[in-house]
């Protein structure tokens, strides 16, 4: 970040941080208007988001996209598709404790036009965005549309199980993520116009 920081100073060119939504307001609706509570390099992904807004002072036009933790549809590799390849592993699709904890989501081509409008000059420096389509989805919502697909029971782990369950997804998966994209799409002019999550579960698309 530093290094970008040093190539771009001056210049005034965008930016584009991809961020995410872990731990920015657990437990409700995240908005654009959070602050990331990570500082520094010891913290989850180095401060990282923070760092890039320190960066508009230097004079480069840096714009924060955080992402949903599901940005799904034909050609994810991402959670979604590893929660599908645990359940197939494991035999069940599994939530965590209760799954009341949410997830935003939002369409891959979705996702792209909003990078590809938050690129715009138009938008303003040290501007943070949401690529957001649906607020937010309970992971036993998730789990069980999963379990649809791949014809398996759906079972409740017990948060400390999670790890044994589902390796390094299970400290996503148990968390809460949702968030609202109103500012975003007042700004960019944007609404979503692909498949829903379930939709996209549903396709077939995650189970071949």
Not at 51 to 69: D, N, S
Not at 160 to 187: I, K, N, V, Y
Request: aromatic share 8%; net charge neutral.
């Amino acid at each position: 970040m530093r290094a970008i920081g040093d190539t771009l100073a001056g210049s005034h060119r965008p930016f584009l941080l991809a961020a995410g939504l872990y731990f920015v307001a657990p437990g409700r609706i995240a908005t654009e208007q959070d602050r990331s509570p990570f500082h520094g390099v010891d913290s989850s992904r180095g401060g990282g988001e923070n760092l890039a807004l320190e960066l508009v002072e230097q004079g480069i036009h840096t714009i924060i996209t955080r992402f949903a933790p599901s940005v799904h549809g034909a050609g994810d590799y991402g959670f979604m598709a590893g929660i599908v390849t645990t359940a197939r592993a494991k035999g069940v699709s599994a939530y965590i404790d209760d799954g009341t904890n949410r997830w935003a989501a939002i369409g891959r081509v979705d996702a792209g036009r909003i990078v590809r409008l938050a690129l715009d000059e138009r938008t303003p420096a040290g501007t943070t965005l949401h690529a957001v389509a649906e607020t937010g989805i309970t992971t036993r919502e998730i789990a069980e549309a999963v379990a649809r697909g791949l014809r398996l029971p759906v079972v409740s782990i017990p948060a400390e199980q999670a790890p044994a369950h589902f390796g390094w997804l299970s400290r996503f998966f148990g968390t809460d993520m949702a968030a609202s994209s109103t500012a975003t799409a007042a700004l960019l002019a944007w609404k979503p116009n692909q498949p829903t999550l379930f939709e996209d579960l549903d396709s077939g698309y995650y189970y071949r």
